[in-house]
């Protein structure tokens, strides 16, 4: 899962944390939240944020290779081992201008944050919390709908995502997917909206 860090959000966009120092000249291996690690590069600059919300001044890449779903990368300024583990278990982030656009059948996962969730039926499953990657697709974490404690685990397949608009999503469920996620919910009545 997604780690918890304090960064202006209306500017910023958190892409991936730091894990660990990789070898002896200051290398820095990346968890990239996106699964694109390779993207990571095309940034003309980086922001490093502690989870108690200290951010540090812009940096650029030195270099980059992709390592499976992480990022081994060097940081100019950045030139040892130690300087590479003071860095650990810092948040990465680029500004929201650097963004390049997405195509028709793509999004950012911060445009779906916070974004209400209801079924087909009108039934309501409460807001995007968060976003992870399980390797094949991504997986929204939906909470809070109509004041329960459920927790949904939504994979984001096309066979599932029915619409999405800047306010809302609707899914259309397979039988025993919401089941599955919660199965000591309470099934209500569903709830009426406006798509």
Same mark, same amino acid.
């Given at each position: ?82 300087? !590479? ?50 390797? !094949? ?20 397949? !096309? ?37």
């Amino acid at each position: 899962m997604v780690a918890r860090y304090v960064f202006p959000e209306d500017t910023h966009v958190l892409i991936g944390e730091i894990v660990k120092a990789h070898g002896i000249r200051g290398e820095l291996k990346l968890l990239s939240y996106s699964g694109q690690p390779e993207a990571i590069g095309k940034y003309p600059q980086l922001t490093l944020v502690s989870r108690d919300g200290r951010i540090t001044q812009a940096c650029t890449i030195k270099r980059l290779r992709p390592q499976g779903h992480n990022a081994i990368l060097t940081l100019n300024g950045i030139e040892t081992r130690n300087q !590479a583990e003071e860095l650990v278990g810092q948040g990465v982030l680029v500004r929201k201008i650097d963004l390049a656009s997405p195509q028709n059948d793509e999004y950012y996962w911060h445009q779906l944050q916070g974004l209400k969730v209801f079924t087909t039926t009108g039934r309501e499953l409460g807001k995007i919390s968060e976003i992870f990657s399980n390797g !094949a697709h991504d997986l929204l974490v939906v909470t809070g709908g109509h004041g329960n404690k459920s927790e949904y685990l939504i994979p984001m397949l !096309a066979n599932i995502i029915h619409s999405q608009n800047d306010k809302q999503l609707i899914i259309d469920p397979p039988p025993g997917l919401l089941e599955i996620n919660n199965e000591e919910e309470a099934v209500g009545e569903p709830g009426s909206h406006d798509i």
